[in-house]
Structure formats: C-alpha cells, structure tokens
C-alpha cells in the first residue's frame, strides 16, 4: 500500500445526532494520517439539503472535537483546497458533469418521480431488485436539446457498461469483483443543480488530493459507480479500504433503533473521551491482553492498517464500560478527575439550567438531589411499580410511549418550544388530553411523577438521552401489558 504524501478525510453528513460510527471510521484516519505523517482533512458533505441543518453541522464539529481528533483543513479552519462544505461548492461540479455527457458516457433523464416509483414497484413485484430501466438512455439529441430548452426538469445520469465486471483491490477486502449488471445508472446531478453524493464525493476527493478513502464496508458496492466516474474524468482513483461495520454482540447492525448510538449520549452519562477513543482504536490493532489502556499517541503507534479484520467491530458495553472505569481510576489524577466532573456537570448547561429550575421548588438545598439527580443519572433503574400511579392503563401507556418516541425524531431543533409543540401536536392527533400524554413521560424521564418541568427537563436531557429513556420506560411498561391472545 503506497503511503507518500497521504491525505485521509472524514466526510459525515450534518442529518442527525453524531455517531459513534462516525467516530470509528474518523479516529481511522485520524490515526492513518498520524501513522503515515500525512494530513487528516474534515469536510460536511450536506447535498442533502432536505435533511442537512447547521445545527447538526455545530454538533458534528463539537462530538469530534470532544473525541480528541483535530484535523489540519476544514469548514471551522479553511485551508487551500476550501471550502470544505459541499453546499459551498454547488458550482464546481457541473462542468464535471457536463464533460461526462459531452464524451458520451452521461446522459439527460426526464423520468418524472411517478414514473420512477411505478417502475420500482414493477421489478419488486417481478422479484428483481429496483434499478433505472434505461427509459432515457437513448433519446436523440433533437428530443434532449428541445426538452432541456423547454425547462423539463431533468437529471442526468451515468452510463453502465453492459457486460464484464468492476475489477478493483481494496485495503480490507483484496480483490473484490462487482458485476456491472448490479450497478445502476447513478442519478449524477438532480434537477435543483446540486450533485448526488457520488459525484461530489470524488469530485471533492480529486480536488482535495485525497490518496486514501477509508470508510465503512455499507460503500463498498458503491465502488464501481465511484471507478467510472474517476474514469470518465480521465482521474486516477485513491486506495479504498472498507471497514467492518460496528455491530451488537449478536452481530446485528448498530442501529439507535437497538442502542444509544449518538456521542451525544456518551458525553451525557459520563464517558469520557480518552476511554471512547481507547475502546475504539482496539479494533484496528491485535493486542495482548493487560495491554488495553491506551492513549491517542499509543494508539497510533500500535495501529495497524495491514492486519484489519472484516469480522466486524462488537460494540462491547461491558467492554467500554470497564476502559472507562480504568480511565478514571488510573489515568485521572485527583485534580483532573474534579475538573472532569465538573466540566460533565456544566456540559450543555446541565447544572445551570437544572439549578435554575429547582430553585423555586426546594425548601431546602438538601432536596436537590430528589428533585433533580435525574438530570445526572446515567441509569435511573426504572420498574413497573413507577408507573402505578398513573391512571391511564397499561396498554394506553404502551401506546403514548411508543407514538411519542418516533415522532420526537422527527423534531429538527431540539428546544423547549419545539418539544412542547410536537407533544401537543401528538395529543391532537391521538385524541387525548396533553396531561394523559406527559403523565407517562415524567416518570420516563425522571424516575418520578412529582419531578421539574417536563419540556425543560426533555430539552436539558438533550434528544438521545430522552430516546433512550423512553425506549427503556416502553419495555418496562411492556412487562405490565398481558400478552396478545
């Protein structure tokens, strides 16, 4: 593997709450460049425009900066291959997609979206797996020319070759062989003007000089499409190394549907960083057991890019669990360890807010900890027994908790505001009075019925805590529904 000059990048997508999986695939590079003296670059890849937000772009920015990882180019730092947000390229990549219909090897598609899903539900049905059907690929240039000049939306899309394989040797994997018949004619440019991901991806890649693109194993099918268009453009490709995806211990995918998968959630309870990073870094190197605990500059000594395992990465909690305990007992001194408590205590303003919200409902500061020690607990060990005051039954509970824990996701600015107007729009739209609704939701989020504020409480707790506190309050009040007949 040639390693002269490298330049790795991270690349996430600014569409939710950072994940821990991108904090695997970023402490590779990062460790990557520092193995090889090269740069490690960030760049936000939000063609997504629908679903990309500032907000998650500042929490991106601020989980990898809390995992200890500092990149040498960026969005926040600029640097000479800028600007390092897609967003504020939309004009680079036209003319690269102009040269690839003009040689023949793209062409105009005016598929309306209709016709497309009617299509897909078509070879679903036959059983074959949903691809264009080439309906557009052979329009003449009369037809394109005047429908273009008549302002038909329209995409463009890649040509395929029609027999043979993509050929191409991997980091991880080797040599791997993809059938062209299993690539579809990739949507290039969509009818706003702003690139699909994969044409940006190795525009960006070409024009930022990036000679390795690690990233997880779910791209590896996607290798193909990203080979041609670098051929198309008469570019050579970087290396590519796929990595395992990150599962549970019964090999199923990390998903935050199974498990908190946000960073977000493990700078809430109290993991800190070193420990995160050190558990981590373990599955890119073989270690001797006693030898665990290992800080950034030691992981990069002991990394180990030619001895990758394609088995998967087990998200091991137990395992993370006892590095983080080590952490705190071995590696923190006295003072270090205060400060670490205190700067968790004041992350996103917990201790304030929670003070100001307590401070005119205690009698006494002893009171404190009842009142509001569940905006600290990592594990609030909640039973059946909690839920007995509430006069709704069982099933209804059931009900509230799992209508609200979806449809809270779909809040794109997580405040106190927009908290309350999603729960109130969720009282509307199942029937029922909005204290039916929070009754359930005290108690899952705190422990107790007699508690602070909800919505400030939701908002403090911030969107992964409070998922996962539902989540675990269904399956409790689950055990108190009888079963189906």
């Known amino acids: 593997m040639t390693t002269s000059g490298v330049r790795v990048r991270i690349a996430p997508s600014p569409t939710g709450e950072p994940h821990v999986g991108t904090a695997y695939i970023a402490l590779f590079n990062y460790l990557f460049a520092k193995k090889h003296g090269g740069e490690f670059i960030l760049r936000i890849e939000d063609t997504d425009a629908t679903r990309s937000t500032p907000e998650f772009e500042t929490k991106v920015l601020d989980a990898l900066k809390w995992c200890g990882l500092k990149w040498s ?24 997609v102009e040269k ?15 016709r497309l899903e009617k299509m897909r539900e078509a070879q679903r049905a036959a059983g074959l797996p949903p691809k264009y059907d080439g309906h557009c690929l052979n329009l003449s240039a009369e037809e394109v020319t ?29 040599d791997v062989e993809i059938p062209w018949d299993a690539v579809d004619m ?70 935050k549907r199974k498990n908190p998968t946000s960073i977000s959630y493990y700078t809430a309870l109290g993991y800190i960083p070193e420990a995160l ?32 395992s394609k088995a998967g990465a087990i998200f091991d909690i137990q395992k ?5 305990g080590r952490w705190i007992r071995e590696k923190l001194s006295e003072e270090e360890f205060q400060q670490r408590v205190l700067t968790w205590a004041m992350e996103n303003s917990r201790l304030q807010e929670g003070l100001k919200l307590s401070q005119s409902r205690i009698t006494k500061l002893g009171e404190l900890p009842d009142l509001a020690g569940f905006l600290f607990k990592s594990d609030l060990n909640l039973d059946a027994s909690a839920f007995a005051k509430i006069k709704s039954t069982p099933e209804e509970l059931l ?76 399956q409790t009040v689950a055990t108190l529904v009888g079963p189906k007949n």
Request: aromatic fraction near 8%; include cysteine.
């Open 146 to 174: 005047t429908r273009v000049a008549a302002g038909e939306p329209h995409v463009v899309r890649m040509k395929i070759p029609t027999e043979g394989s993509c050929k191409f040797h991997d980091g991880v994997y080797g």
């Open 320 to 324: 993370l669990d006892w590095l983080n």
């Open 399 to 474: 009900e509230i908790l799992n209508t609200v824990q979806p449809d809270l996701e779909k809040i794109l600015e997580w405040n106190v505001e927009t908290i309350e107007a999603e729960l109130r729009a969720i009282a509307d739209r199942m029937g029922k009075k909005l204290k039916v609704i929070v009754a359930p939701l005290f108690v899952a989020m705190s422990g107790s019925s007699r508690s602070l504020p909800l919505f400030d409480s939701m908002a403090i707790l911030g969107r992964s805590v409070v998922r996962q506190r539902l989540k675990l309050a269904a």
């Open 277 to 308: 990073m050190n558990f981590l870094g373990l599955f890119f190197m073989q270690i001797a057991e006693g030898d665990e605990l290992l800080d950034m500059d030691e992981l990069a000594a002991k990394f180990d890019p030619e001895n990758l």
């Open 186 to 255: 990739q949507v290039l440019l969509k009818a706003d003007g702003m690139p699909t991901y994969h044409m940006a991806n190795v525009v960006d890649d070409h024009l930022m000089k990036i000679t390795h693109v690690a990233r997880g194993e779910e791209w590896l099918a996607s290798v193909p499409k990203h080979i041609l268009i670098y051929r198309y453009l008469g570019l050579e490709p970087p290396v590519f190394m796929h990595l395992s995806l990150m599962r549970n211990a019964d090999k199923s995918k990390l998903s």
């Open 73 to 96: 180019e960026g969005p926040d730092i600029g640097g000479p291959y800028g600007p390092y947000r897609q967003s504020d390229r939309k004009d680079i990549y036209r003319p690269y």
């Open 100 to 114: 690839i219909v003009d040689a023949g090897h793209g062409f105009r598609c005016f598929c309306t979206p209709e």
